[in-house]
Nanobody, 115 residues
Framework: QVQLVESGGGLVQPGGSLRLSCTAS????????MGWYRQAPGNQRDLVAT???????NYADSVKGRFIISRDNAKNTVYLQMNSLKPEDTGVYYC?????????WGQGTQVTVSS
């Protein structure tokens, strides 16, 4: 069984920064993909960014140049550094681990960007 525990959400003003963390525990393959998705009220859950265990990254167009995803393989932890936050970045951010053949989700952490 795999568990994901997220931290780092909160309330921030537009233009501010937040850093999310997610640590995975359990039976985790050395080859995997970790990432972040977000869901705003009334919307579907959308990809924000992913990173492979080798360090290859992928970002949604809306966050390119503002968000940085990174990971520490030794700690099975993925980070999302969010800069220049906008109100439209508001939502519940979910950590995701693709650990073939299954996909796992964290419980979600709320990010609110508001003045």
């Amino acid at each position: 069984q795999v568990q994901l525990v997220e931290s780092g959400g909160g309330l921030v003003q537009p233009g501010g920064s937040l850093r999310l963390s997610c640590t995975a525990s359990g039976s985790i393959r050395s080859s995997n993909v970790m990432g972040w998705y977000r869901q705003a009220p009334g919307n579907q859950r959308d990809l924000v960014a992913t990173i492979t265990n080798g360090g290859s990254t992928n970002y949604a167009d809306s966050v390119k140049g503002r968000f940085i995803i990174s990971r520490d393989n030794a700690k099975n932890t993925v980070y999302l550094q969010m800069n220049s936050l906008k109100p439209e970045d508001t939502g519940v951010y979910y950590c995701n681990l693709y650990n073939a053949p299954r996909r796992y989700w964290g419980q979600g952490t709320q990010v609110t960007v508001s003045s």
